[in-house]
């Protein structure tokens, strides 16, 4: 039998890369800088060998990995976020000496495992990917392991994800049991609505992708693991993981349980709605950025959810154009805390940010662009990302969830135009230092022009994203 | 392909803005200023050329432009006709004079301020420009950002309280309206007004549509029970955002009735008009009573304002030839009278920085000129015969007589209250006896502030003895509002 190996070119190249530089960082002394040179040039090389690869639909070993138009955009996705967080980051992993050669590696082994689980087509190769993506994620929560909320953050963070992988994996086997099979396409054939046991399965599946995208009733880890981590390990929290956990669940949603539909919406409906409501109303009482941006992307999480929930490919769509632009607000939002660094020493608290209008009027109005759209006022980018969603939302008919879903978006603006408030009404307390973190400031320039910019030409993701779909 | 006009008039603001945003002046703002307000007068001299060349004898909407937007979804399209053009002029009038009067009142952040009113003004013209649902709401509620921090970051001291009141109020209102649309793109299988009101939206969907639209623009107008957000946001905000808010914000709701609320669904407005009836009457008779009791200038002329718009609401709802054009009148009128009473407060408030009633008295002696013009403001607000409120009352009136006795007496108390509060507010201003030894040593009125003042108050006059060409210019496209909704209502 011979595979055509072409498909797997990304992720041969990227273990293979992976292994190298783990060889560099062993054998050469304080080789961080090289080493976080190469990953970044990894990252390059691993995008441009998916973007020349066709996006027509390949299966290969026993059809359980595919490459298509769906897994490549997300694949680019992760690929370029994690570019930018990485990059921004790296004055922030100095100054907090956390530039240890493993970081940028597990950062790689993550995405490899992010690589197989939105490629994947088979239960065995999905959860292995989850699991390689999970554990570099555990190490990275508690890589700052002097620190005592570090590490406690990466001890809640592995504890209660392991119990959620050992439901989904107890949800896979349920499914094998019930359908015989472990390939997508087989057990959507096999399944039914009679099949009691496999909406069992189904379920605990949702658990642990629920967990993974932090929705609401699984979320409770995330406020603990966003505040405790490092500004630079949660701004990738807050973004890559949760591209590859939205794309599973869709891509779930798509093949497997394509045909128990109606089963898996309700509960999508009520992770969804729980995920806007809380998300919502436990921000509006933090003190902490990065905790209320935890409590913010639960939010967030749930209006995508919003669009996976109506269950049609217009759903799907506006979900990924949602995620879209929720990672280039969080790429600009994180990339804002690198810069107010003080007497050595990086400022987290919104009262830390009073009156910086004043003294660092650049920097003000980049929060306010970011913020606004965050809370999807138009005509910033946010906003089309709503505005997609709760089209295919109503599309359905559902209306209960596109009100409850607006009025949310009132509610989660209160805390928003808090922050703006600090920002701008407030008297100034603090100057920060002349930051020359350039890379930081571009993440945040190209987040902001994307953002104002996006009503120009409203349609390029969609136009993007329906391609996805065609087949 | 035509030159296309309206985007130009939308974008000139945007783009000037942008300009000041790079330009370096650090010191004396002198270019930001200069930038700002060229810009604005050849915006507003842009409409004027667009008002003149509007052809009136024709109710369609003209110098249309339409774009792709969104791809086999939402077209990017404006159009003017003789309603919205009126609505055009005032904003580009009165953005102008917001200018000049920030060069007194504005002491920090002269650079931004410039900033956010012009990017103001270009969502304000894109509201009155606009002829898809989409596009409408995308203007309605990005005018939400400049305003928040207009009001929050030059306001008086509860400016936090206020801005957040504000905000959340408008983002609380329009949030239905969004579903509502959204709800019509998938009824007609498109958001373009033009194309909605040929297919008519079906009977059975057009109440609960309504109200979600209602949500929105009673917020927005503001009518009785919501209106709270507006004293408070009057109160706090700087001059020039006040005189903007009542000038032209307030206005976007009216024109939303006229626009999108009664061609579009005419069953639900004809079903509704008993609830509006009332709802305007409470407006115009409690919130003149509640004007008589304050003894704060400015939220007293806020008060006044919510009465003022109760009869607007009430003559759109009369669906007569002459309360709608009343109505239309009444906020063309009432934009340039309340701009020049909030910026007569804001002159006095400049010099003694209260604006508390019981500061002022007897200022006619000390600076008679500002009280001159005050006292001619006050009149016009209060509906005098000769300036353009009267105007404007009176059609209403006259439209709510022919269908409703009941509301048409009660609105006419309206007046009488309207004239009992302005007046006790004129006479404990500048007549009576000095409170205030400060009063003695007030400059009067410098040359911009004349300029300002005296700009406003002569089209006051000349509309109030002269209101033919306002009246000519949407006469037409009035009649066949009023014929289409009649037909609609005929044809079912």
Known sequence: MIFNLNILLPEIFLSLSIFSILMIGVFLKNSFNLVFNLTSLIIIITASIILSSSNNEEKIFSESFTRDGFSNYFKILILLSSLFVLNSSKDFIIDNKLDKFEYPIIILLSILGMFFMVSANDLILFYLGLELQSLSLYILASIDRDNLRSTESGIKYFVLSALSSGLLLYGCSLLYGFTGSTNFESIANQLNKDNTGAVFAMVFILVGLAFKVSAVPFHMWTPDVYEGAPTSITSYFAVVPKVAGLALLIKFMFIPFSNILLEWQTIIIFISIASMILGAIAAMVQKNFKRLLAYSSIGHIGYALAGVATGAISGYQSAIVYISIYVIMNIGAFSCLYLLKKDGEYKENISDLSGISKKHPLLAISLLIILFSLAGVPPLGGFFAKFYVFVAVLEKEMYALAIIGLLTTVMSAFYYLKIIKTIYFDDSLITFEPNKNRIAQISIFTSCTILITFFLYPSILNNLVNTLFTN | ?492
């Open chain 2, 1 to 492: 392909m035509n030159f296309p006009i309206l985007s130009t008039l939308i974008f000139l603001p945007l783009l000037s803005s942008i300009f000041i945003f790079l330009s370096k002046d650090k010191t004396n703002n002198l270019s930001s200023i200069y930038i700002s307000l060229f810009s604005s007068t050849a915006t507003f001299f842009l409409s004027l050329f667009l008002w003149y060349s509007l052809d009136l004898t024709s109710s369609d909407f003209q110098f249309v432009e339409e774009k792709n937007w969104i791809n086999n979804f939402i077209k990017f399209k404006l159009g003017v006709d003789g309603i919205s053009i009126l609505f055009i002029v005032l904003t580009t009038f009165i953005t102008p004079i917001c200018i000049i009067s920030c060069l007194n009142s504005v002491k920090v952040r002269v650079k931004e301020f410039l900033i956010a009113i012009l990017i103001l003004e270009t969502f304000m013209i894109g509201v009155f420009c606009s002829l898809d649902l989409v596009i409408f709401y995308l203007f309605f509620e990005a005018g939400l950002i400049p305003m928040f921090l207009i009001i929050g970051v030059w306001g008086g001291p509860k400016r936090v309280y206020s801005a957040f009141k504000f905000f959340l109020f408008t983002l609380l209102g329009s949030v239905l309206m969004l579903v509502a649309i959204i709800v019509i793109y998938w009824l007609t299988g498109t958001t373009d007004i033009t194309q909605i009101y040929e297919i008519k939206i079906p009977k059975e969907y057009q109440n609960i549509l309504w109200l979600a639209f209602l949500s929105s623009f009673a917020v927005k107008m503001p009518m009785w029970p919501v209106h709270t957000w507006l004293p408070d946001a009057h109160v706090e905000a700087p001059t020039a955002g006040s005189v903007i808010l009542a000038a032209i914000l307030l206005k976007m709701a009216g024109y939303g009735f006229l626009r999108f609320s009664i061609p579009m669904f005419p069953f639900a407005s004809e079903y509704f008009t008993p609830l509006i009836y009332t709802l305007s009457i409470i407006a115009i008779i409690y919130t003149s009573l509640v004007a008589l009791m304050q003894d704060d200038m400015k939220k007293l002329i806020a008060y006044s304002s919510v009465a003022h718009m109760g009869y607007v609401t009430l003559g759109i709802f009369t669906m007569t030839k002459q309360g709608i054009e009343g109505s239309i009148y009444q906020m063309i009128s009432h934009g340039l009278i309340s701009a020049a009473l909030f910026l007569c407060v804001g002159v006095v408030y400049d010099r003694l920085h209260s604006r508390m009633i019981s500061t002022y008295g007897g200022l006619l002696n000390y600076i008679p000129k500002y009280s001159f013009l005050f006292i001619v403001f006050a009149l016009a607000a209060l509906g005098l015969p000769g300036t353009s409120g009267f105007l404007g009352e009176f059609l209403v009136l006259t439209g709510a007589f022919q269908k409703s006795y009941l509301a048409a007496i009660f609105a006419t108390f309206g007046v009488v209250l309207g004239a009992a509060y302005m007046l006790w507010l004129t006479k404990r201003v500048i007549f009576g006896s000095v409170s205030n030894s400060e009063i003695r040593n007030l400059n009067d009125i410098n040359k911009l502030e004349i300029l300002m003042l005296v700009s406003l108050a002569f089209f006051i006059i000349f509309f109030g003895f002269y209101p033919s060409p306002l009246m000519e210019t949407f006469s037409v496209s009035v009649n066949s509002l009023i014929n289409n909704y009649e037909t609609a209502l005929i044809s079912n």
